[in-house]
């Protein structure tokens, strides 16, 4: 599933995972997609905080592009999980051409 490699970060299905406050990247600056990930909304349970609302985009790397001119596509939904399903899926089908 996902494992860390040594002075490579986390990796999650062959592709890097990285997260800057409520920011998730994954994918590689260096290939042409990226999926962003934005927890929107948390509840606690127990003591941990759990995203009840997450925004997915797929984006585009290139640098020349203006940030909303990058976003392929998006999508809301209710759990990381669910939210990283999509988003492994998209990022695959752009990276294979399809």
């Given at each position: 599933?996902?494992?860390?490699?040594?002075?490579?970060?986390l990796?999650?299905?062959?592709?890097?995972?990285?997260?800057?406050?409520?920011?998730?990247?994954?994918?590689?600056?260096?290939?042409?997609?990226?999926?962003?990930?934005?927890?929107?909304?948390?509840?606690?349970?127990?003591?941990?905080?759990?995203?009840?609302?997450?925004?997915?985009?797929?984006?585009?790397?290139d640098?020349?592009l203006?940030?909303?001119?990058?976003?392929?596509?998006?999508?809301?939904?209710?759990?990381?999980?669910?939210?990283m399903?999509?988003?492994?899926?998209?990022?695959?089908?752009?990276?294979?051409?399809?």
């Open positions: 599933m996902s494992e860390v490699k040594k002075g490579n970060g990796v999650y299905k062959n592709h890097p995972l990285r997260r800057v406050d409520n920011l998730i990247y994954y994918g590689s600056m260096a290939d042409k997609y990226i999926v962003l990930l934005q927890i929107l909304d948390t509840k606690k349970e127990q003591d941990m905080d759990v995203a009840t609302r997450v925004s997915v985009q797929l984006q585009m790397t640098p020349d203006k940030s909303r001119d990058r976003v392929v596509k998006k999508s809301e939904k209710d759990s990381l999980y669910a939210a399903d999509v988003g492994c899926i998209w990022l695959e089908r752009a990276l294979a051409g399809k």
